[in-house]
């Protein structure tokens, strides 16, 4: 698994080693969109708590980065700014021919695509489940040189696939 660390595990009276895998998520807090360290928030306290485990407190640094690692299937609580976030691991993304796939590959290149709709809103019908994944469509067909038509068609679909997979996030 790219990304992702093992820890020696070993139960009581058990002789063999178990392995847990983490995966590592990073969350960039920026002054605006970018990918770049001028667009971290630099300073900015936060505080992590996954599972039972005592709260981490930290500070992002320039750029504005927080790493958390998470087992599949956990959960970490992420508390800055005074909001309070929860964040998880699925085991995968739903396909990009689903609007649901589309909607979670938007949220992980910073887009806001509100709440993710059920499995059965097809991407190729061309309809948006509603503003904000529309908006966060738009957003990134202007961002990524495609023509802005809120419509998520073979174009949007095949640059998204690109720009997910140049991030390591597929």
Same mark, same amino acid.
Do not use: W
């Given at each position: $698994?790219?990304?992702?660390?093992?820890?020696?595990?070993?139960?009581?009276?058990?002789?063999?080693?178990?392995?847990?895998?983490?995966?590592?998520?990073?969350?960039?807090?920026?002054?605006?969109?970018?990918?770049?360290?001028?667009?971290?928030?630099?300073?900015?306290?936060? @505080?992590?708590?996954?599972?039972?485990?005592?709260?981490?407190?930290?500070? *992002?640094?320039?750029?504005? $980065?927080?790493?958390?690692?998470?087992?599949?299937?956990?959960?970490?609580?992420? *508390?800055?700014?005074? @909001?309070?976030? #929860?964040?998880?691991?699925?085991?995968?993304?739903?396909?990009? #021919?689903?609007?649901?796939?589309?909607?979670?590959?938007?949220? $992980?290149?910073?887009?806001?695509?509100?709440?993710?709709?059920?499995?059965?809103?097809?991407?190729?019908?061309?309809?948006?489940?509603?503003? #904000?994944?529309?908006?966060?469509?738009?957003?990134?067909?202007?961002?990524?040189?495609?023509?802005?038509?809120?419509?998520?068609?073979?174009?949007?679909?095949?640059? $998204?696939? @690109?720009?997910?997979?140049?991030?390591?996030?597929?």
């Amino acid at each position: $698994m790219a990304g992702g660390h093992a820890v020696p595990r070993r139960g009581e009276g058990e002789a063999g080693n178990a392995a847990i895998r983490l995966r590592e998520i990073r969350v960039f807090l920026q002054k605006f969109p970018g990918t770049n360290s001028r667009a971290g928030v630099d300073q900015l306290e936060y @505080s992590v708590t996954v599972g039972d485990a005592p709260p981490v407190q930290g500070r *992002t640094g320039s750029d504005g $980065m927080i790493t958390i690692r998470l087992a599949p299937g956990s959960t970490a609580t992420l *508390t800055v700014l005074g @909001s309070v976030y #929860e964040i998880g691991l699925t085991d995968e993304l739903h396909p990009i #021919e689903e609007m649901r796939g589309v909607q979670q590959r938007l949220a $992980m290149l910073g887009y806001c695509p509100g709440p993710l709709k059920g499995d059965d809103a097809r991407a190729d019908t061309y309809v948006n489940p509603d503003a #904000e994944t529309e908006r966060a469509i738009l957003d990134f067909q202007a961002d990524n040189g495609l023509f802005a038509d809120a419509q998520f068609g073979s174009k949007s679909s095949d640059k $998204m696939k @690109s720009v997910v997979r140049n991030a390591r996030g597929e």
